[in-house]
Structure formats: C-alpha cells, structure tokens
C-alpha cells in the first residue's frame, strides 16, 4: 500500500510482558491479547463468546471475518477447524504488518488475510460464506460504514442459506442499541445477544434462520473439532448463548 494511503491509518501500539503481547489503540483499551505460552488460545472473554456459532454450524465451509487485530479469532479458528475455508479483512495495513508479531498463520490454500474495506467486501458479490465474524473496531470505536443499516443489510445478503453473523458489540457504545435494532431489521428477528460477564461487550448471532429453531444437543457436549484444552475454554461461554437462546424462544 502507498505511503500516503497508510498514513489515513492509526498505527496500533504493542504492550509486552512476560507471558503476553496485547495490541491497542488507546492504553486504556485492549484490542487483542496473546499469551505466549499457549498463542491460539483465546484470551479475551467476548472472542471465546463469539465461537458460540459453532453450537449451530460446528463444520463452516467457508468462514469470512472482517477486523484482524492480533488474529486471535483466527488462529483459533485456523486450529480447530482443519476443513474450513477462512478469509480475514482488515483495512490498516498497520495491523496486517503485526501478524508475525502475533503469529498468524501465513496465506494458504484455506487461510488468506486481504487488506481492503469490510463493507465493500461483503457488498461485492458472489461472496458467499457460512459464518461471518466482525470484530471491527478502529481507535475512534466502531466505524460508521460496518454499522450502517446497508452494511447489515449486505450482510445478510453474504450469508449462504442458514448461515450466521456473529458482532461484537461494545456496550459503552452510545450506539449499542441503534446496532442491535438494525441488526434485528436485517435479519428479521432471529437475533439472539450474549453479554460478557463484566458487561462490557455484547456478542450478537443473528441467523438468517431462527435460532431457537436449531436443534442443540442436550446435555452440552464437547464438539469433535475441539481438543480438551479449547473445550475448555468454550464450555462456559457456549453454556450462556445455549442459556440467551432458550431465554429468547420462552
């Protein structure tokens, strides 16, 4: 990318101690965080939250996640999903330059970072996938042109047949409700959001089929993909969208 285009960017800044390496914007706000003992591990709550889709599509073909940070969603994802066919946008070429840093996986047959535009990716078509994952926040929070209701809308659109979306959403946000409400009219309803313990992110699933119309398995069970350790990792955050879901059809 030309000097002058990366320079509309931020450039993120790199925290390091003895067992972590975390990427932010401002220091009072952590983007993503990687432990060095375990670096496809997640970390930060709302990513583990965020692997919740995999109750309803647990072998997505193809995985499309808009926003990089520190890769961690990636590199999960990467791991534990050998047959899935995953592609990241991130827009700051700063970010993707990090990648080492955080040891991303490097381009593949099945794993590919693309710098370019979130919304002008999903509005292009065909482009379709089974899972779309935005975790897209830049240092002033959630850009205008990944929450607009054209954006969801496009969404939507991207979606193969009963595929999800799956949104970060911070609560601090003054928009965090508008986001939720736009999100409901481009999927008609089927949304379903699942609050971190400490309140401070919303994960949002929004389906192009009702949720609470997937069958899950009683009682929770560990899914074949994952080994013990991620399961472990998941088991709590996939008991509570289990708990929002059956919330949402009462």
């Known amino acids: 990318m030309p000097d002058s285009a990366a320079q509309q960017h931020a450039k993120p800044v790199l925290c390091r101690t003895a067992t972590t390496v975390s990427l932010h914007f401002a220091w009072h706000e952590t983007q993503s965080c990687m432990d060095l003992r375990h670096p496809d591990a997640l970390h930060l709550e709302y990513t583990r939250?965020?692997?919740?889709?995999?109750?309803?599509?647990?072998?997505?073909?193809?995985?499309?996640?808009?926003?990089?940070?520190?890769?961690s969603l990636a590199k999960f994802c990467h791991r534990h999903l050998p047959k899935t066919r995953i592609q990241v946008i991130e827009i700051n070429p700063h970010v993707i330059a990090l990648r080492d840093e955080f040891q991303v996986p490097p381009e593949s047959k099945r794993f590919s970072v693309v710098q370019g535009d979130g919304a002008a990716f999903v509005r292009s078509p065909p482009r379709?996938?089974?899972?779309?994952?935005?975790?897209?926040?830049?240092?002033?929070?959630?850009?205008?042109s990944l929450s607009s209701q054209r954006f969801y809308d496009d969404c939507r659109e991207m979606l193969a047949p009963d595929g999800m979306l799956v949104v970060n959403l911070h609560c601090s946000q003054a928009r965090w409700q508008q986001q939720v409400a736009r999100i409901r009219r481009s999927f008609d309803g089927a949304v379903v959001t699942v609050d971190d313990d400490d309140g401070s992110n919303s994960v949002v699933f929004a389906s192009t089929t009702h949720l609470a119309a997937r069958p899950l398995s009683k009682p929770?069970?560990?899914?074949?993909?994952?080994?013990?350790?991620?399961?472990?990792?998941?088991?709590?955050?996939?008991a509570r969208v289990r708990t929002a879901v059956a919330d949402e059809a009462s």
């Open 220 to 238: 929770l069970r560990r899914l074949r993909s994952l080994d013990d350790d991620a399961w472990a990792q998941l088991r709590s955050a996939f």
């Open 49 to 71: 939250t965020m692997m919740g889709f995999l109750l309803f599509i647990p072998e997505p073909r193809h995985l499309t996640m808009v926003g990089l940070g520190g890769g």
């Open 128 to 144: 379709h996938c089974d899972v779309l994952l935005l975790d897209g926040y830049d240092h002033e929070g959630l850009p205008t």
